[in-house]
């Protein structure tokens, strides 16, 4: 019984934030709660007993990637005012896009079979991701150093201030 | 009783941290609130804290047999890290002072923040906010149980002095050279990191060593420090065991928190903060952690001394602490600001407090550093009772006379300035730094003169002299003879929220030295102070040399500078008599270079700031004009020249083709033409009309150039697409 | 396992669709990175869903929303930086407004 309510809790505070997100005229407002939405995301993650990811989430999205996207919004914030509309001209055929797209999906899940197994989880689940990333997976690993590298260079070259000849060939 | 506060005494720092919380998130508006919060929360820290300081007063035996409590807090691999409290005699006697000054500041700042005047500060409430949180990192890092949790506290009193130098962010001055109080704020806390940086490694390289960082298991178990001891350190290190390395790493925190030389320059600007901050963080509380650091690994460096001779761990911080001392105590001469003698009179009794610890003085820099707290706040409070009393004038050259119009304020003042100088018998300054200055000696008479304890000695010697010369200057232009300027004719007494304090202060300037006094003037086994702090180490003997002494450096120090300054008081506008004497041997270059402060933050920005400037353009240089862009241009200059080839080939041969084609072709379509003139070429125009008009009127109006349009279509086609597979 | 699987993977499912509504229907182009972040947050908790109810010996799971993580930390610094400059150029983050596809 417990389980079931604190996962309807979670769920709602989750679903809310996201609805919150995605239909709040100011764009500030709907940061801080995609911010409560990703809370909402590691506490599923506890409950399904993988704490090392639930952390991961909170640095990451909340600690790292929401602040980005509040540093994107505070400095380009002069144009976006307080009574503009935030709804394009096709949200409805959205909704009912988005809303047929979670029919199909809930259809599927309840129709499936999953082969659901009743094991536990590894006793230093840490120590093995550890031994696996750099073992089995390694070569996913290094590929996603060499991505961060590149987003990097990236994001730094597309938004720098062209305050000196843009004429180069990088 | 006893068990009672043992068991909570970790609730001490908690009580002004949730003050913190709830001014900062709710009260921010109601002044009165928040202050009653502050003062509250700090008022039951106080009393706890000195239930716990009068139960292990109580507790026989607390220096061999300490009571530690503490909680797992969290593990990593397979250490786990604890959080809890640790109550000892060093921790016992902090505890004392920490609470019940801050308490008086707290009170303090009520008045000095203007409340219930006109003049009150607009940011009054996150000011109370801000305090409480310093006390909590200060009341943290007392009781801390670990290394780990003492460094959490030092790093939040950090971010606190950060925070309240720059508390009035918004001022500018005209003169771009003099510092703001957000540049202040800044450089407090990025020089203080720099020592922070070597008191993270020491901590890291002690942890490697012990695998934990509780005293328990590190510093109090003495075959752990006898391993260190004889572990050689790293080769970085040279020659020295791992116990002398952490322990100078760890000594490094110190120096920045502390400002010690070379890490002081922070010290002297961090006066732009309000003065009660001064009083807080840099008198009483925030800097003396930096001495509070070095007696808490004083363990680790007896073993240093005691198992490996002609190490030279002990000479240096002894040599940095006495040359801070008399140093700083030279610039405080030339110094016209009221606050910054405070300032650097600071500097100068902290290398006094790191110098005894470097001699092995434990006992006596751990009482002058509670000696030290008390007078030392009193003075910053008093200088900001005279800057509030006179408009805000901080210019000693401006003031004067201020004896009759602000006579509470002057009788405390006079109170902290002698027992500053050490005067004798009835200040608790002098049974403080005579001690200190007993075991110097005691340690010169051991070496003879070609040693440094002899240096320290009488380094420590002279920066007695020196500051009690500084402090008369000091009290005769400030109230004594008749006031040079018209802030200073219509000063008036402050309120009583700010004398209040100033008196209880004095009580203890005076009263607390004689809790120390040594044996042989009261009685066998009646010096308290050493038997509860220091019993395993032999007390210093008395000397009366070093009695006559001190008094005499003492008594003289005061009487000259009241002979310079307070006898014939200066008149409005009248050089400093020290420069005018200085100016007439030559010196005069000197004076000015006492006044800068020695020009310490001007070399520093020469060499530190403007080389990694130029460092930085190297770089730049290196990537822009020098290496990598002419390679990228050369590749595609490169590129170009073989593309060029490609195109001239082309050229040729296929222009030849095409010619050939070309001229045969003509002649077939000049049959065509007819045909095509007629027939083909209505249908064409048929076909081109057709699609013209569908391009135009049905896919033109689907590209709209909107990204969410062509995703929105990219949807439902493969919803459709999935449907159409489910079906099927 | 007192909550069935489905459980987890509806939420993820409705996540990911009011993540969709976002990217569709946002006109800020800020809000619609949001939208995308929700729906990158759903495949994971569908990943790690899994992970847990059907292979939890192995890590494999965990390792893939990790990468997941990655690449989404990444490709959010891109997009911003993206979004910067063109404000910087065009002086607006309303994607209606940023047409040019159209020519």
């Known amino acids: 019984m417990v389980p079931v309510l604190v996962f309807a809790a979670i769920s709602l505070v989750t679903l809310g934030g996201a609805i919150a997100v995605v239909t709040n005229k100011n764009v500030l407002h709907s940061a801080y709660f995609l911010v409560l939405a990703f809370v909402g995301v590691a506490s599923v993650y506890v409950l399904l007993e993988a704490p090392f990811i639930a952390v991961i989430q909170v640095l990451i999205y909340i600690g790292a990637i929401a602040i980005l996207i509040i540093f994107a919004i505070m400095l380009t914030r002069r144009l976006m005012s307080k009574d503009m509309e935030e709804r394009n001209q096709q949200w409805i055929w959205a909704a009912l896009g988005a809303l047929l797209l979670f029919g199909v999906l809930g259809w599927l899940v309840y129709n499936a079979n999953w082969p659901v197994i009743e094991a536990a989880v590894p006793k230093e689940p840490i120590t093995l991701m550890g031994e696996e990333l750099l073992s089995t997976y390694v070569v996913p690993f290094e590929i996603a150093s060499v991505l961060l590298l590149a987003a990097l260079v990236g994001s730094i070259l597309i938004g720098r201030e062209k305050d000196q000849e843009s004429r180069s060939a990088e | 009783m006893k068990e009672f506060f043992f068991n909570i005494t970790w609730i001490i720092p908690v009580f002004p941290f949730l003050a913190f919380l709830i001014i900062i998130l709710f009260t921010q508006g109601n002044k009165k609130l928040s202050h009653s919060l502050s ?210 790493l760890i000594f490094g925190g110190a120096v920045g928190k502390s400002a010690q030389f070379p890490l002081h320059v922070w010290l002297p600007d961090a006066m732009e903060g309000p003065t009660p901050v001064s009083a807080l963080i840099h008198a009483a509380t925030m800097v003396s952690a930096g001495v509070f650091l070095v007696a ?122 002698l027992a500053l100088s050490g005067f004798p018998l009835i200040t608790a300054g002098f049974w403080s730094k005579d001690e200190i200055l007993a075991h110097a000696w005691e340690e010169f008479m051991h070496y003879g003169t070609a040693s440094w304890p002899f240096f320290v000695w009488l380094l420590l010697t002279i920066a007695a002299f020196l500051t009690a010369f500084y402090t008369a200057r000091q009290i005769s232009l400030t109230f004594l003879g008749k006031p040079r300027s018209d802030h200073a004719d219509h000063a008036h007494e402050t309120p009583n929220t700010m004398t209040f304090p100033l008196i209880m202060l004095a009580f203890f300037a005076i009263t607390l030295g004689w809790v120390g006094i040594p044996e042989e003037i009261v009685g066998q086994g009646n010096n308290w102070f050493h038997a509860f702090v220091g019993h395993e180490y032999a007390s210093t003997p008395l000397s ?185 | 396992m007192s909550i069935p699987l489905s459980w987890f993977l509806v939420l993820a499912a409705a996540l990911f669709s009011i993540g969709l509504y976002g990217v569709l229907s946002r006109r800020n182009a800020i809000g619609i990175l949001m939208g995308i972040e929700l729906m990158l947050n759903a495949v994971n908790i569908n990943l790690v869903a899994f992970w847990r109810y059907i292979d939890p010996i192995k890590m494999t799971g965990q390792i893939f929303a990790l990468f997941v993580f990655t690449v989404a930390a990444a490709e959010v610094a891109v997009g911003l930086a993206l979004v910067i400059a063109i404000y910087r150029n065009r002086d607006t983050v309303v994607v209606e407004e940023i047409d040019l596809l159209k020519e």
């Open chain 2, 39 to 248: 003062i509250g929360s700090m008022v039951l820290s106080w009393l706890v804290g000195w239930g716990v300081v009068f139960s292990a007063i109580a507790t026989p035996h607390l220096g061999e047999h300490p009571i530690h409590k503490s909680v797992p807090w969290f593990e990593t691999g397979t250490t786990t890290f604890n959080i809890g409290y640790w109550i000892d005699p060093l921790m016992a006697i902090a505890l004392f002072m920490v609470p019940f000054v801050c308490l008086m500041i707290f009170i303090y700042s009520v008045g000095y923040m203007g409340y219930g005047t006109d003049e009150v500060d607009p940011n009054y409430s996150r000011f109370f906010g801000y305090i409480a949180l310093f006390a909590t990192g200060m009341l943290g890092l007392v009781i801390s149980e670990n290394l780990l949790t003492l460094f959490m506290s030092w790093e939040i009193m950090g971010l606190c002095s950060y925070l309240l130098i720059g508390f009035w962010f918004e001022k500018n001055y005209a003169d771009p050279n003099q510092i703001t109080p957000r540049q202040a704020g800044l450089k407090a806390f990025l020089v203080t990191k720099i020592g922070d940086l070597f008191l993270v490694l020491g901590i890291l390289y002690l942890y490697s060593q012990a695998g934990t960082l509780s005293y328990a298991d590190t510093l109090f178990n003495h075959e752990f420090l006898v391993h260190l001891a004889e572990t050689p350190a790293l080769p970085i290190f040279g020659g020295w065991s791992a116990a002398s390395a952490i322990a100078l």
């Open chain 2, 296 to 417: 808490r690994i004083f363990p680790l460096l007896n073993i240093v001394v005691e198992l490996e001779h002609n190490n030279p761990t002990m000479g240096v911080i002894a040599f940095i602490g006495a040359f801070t001392a008399i140093f700083a105590s030279i610039i405080a001469l030339a110094q016209n600001d009221i606050k910054g003698v405070l300032a650097f009179s600071t500097i100068s009794q902290l290398g006094y407090m790191i110098a005894a610890l470097g001699i092995g003085a434990y006992v006596a820099a751990t009482f002058h550093l509670i000696t030290h707290a008390f007078f030392k706040a009193l003075l910053f409070m008093g200088s900001g009772s005279v800057i509030i009393g006179t408009h805000h004038t901080q210019d000693m050259m401006q003031l004067g006379g201020l004896r009759k119009k602000m006579p509470k304020t002057f009788w405390t003042f006079l109170a902290g300035g």
């Open chain 2, 544 to 728: 009366i040399p070093v009695i006559l002494l001190s008094s005499g450096l003492a008594v003289g120090g005061l009487g000259l500078g009241w002979l310079v300054y307070g006898r014939k008081p200066l008149e409005a506008g009248q050089m400093d008599p020290l420069q005018k004497g200085m100016e007439k041997i030559r010196l005069g270059w000197l004076y000015k270079a006492m006044q800068k402060r020695f020009y310490f933050d001007e070399i520093y920005e020469a060499i530190f700031i403007n080389g990694f400037i130029k460092l930085a353009d190297i770089f730049y240089n290196f990537d822009y004009n020098w290496v990598i862009n002419p390679i990228v241009n050369g590749v595609g200059a490169v590129t170009r020249g073989i593309s060029n080839i490609f195109n001239k080939f082309d050229e040729k041969i296929v222009d030849g083709l095409v010619n050939f084609t070309g001229l045969s072709s003509v002649k077939l379509s000049d049959l065509g033409g007819i045909t095509d003139l007629k027939v083909v070429d209505g249908i064409v125009n048929g076909i081109a009309d057709v699609t013209g008009w569908i391009g135009e009127n049905v896919f033109r109006p689907i590209q709209t150039g909107k990204v969410q349009n062509y995703l929105l279509i990219l949807l439902i086609s493969m919803l459709a697409i999935i449907g159409i597979y489910l079906v099927y």
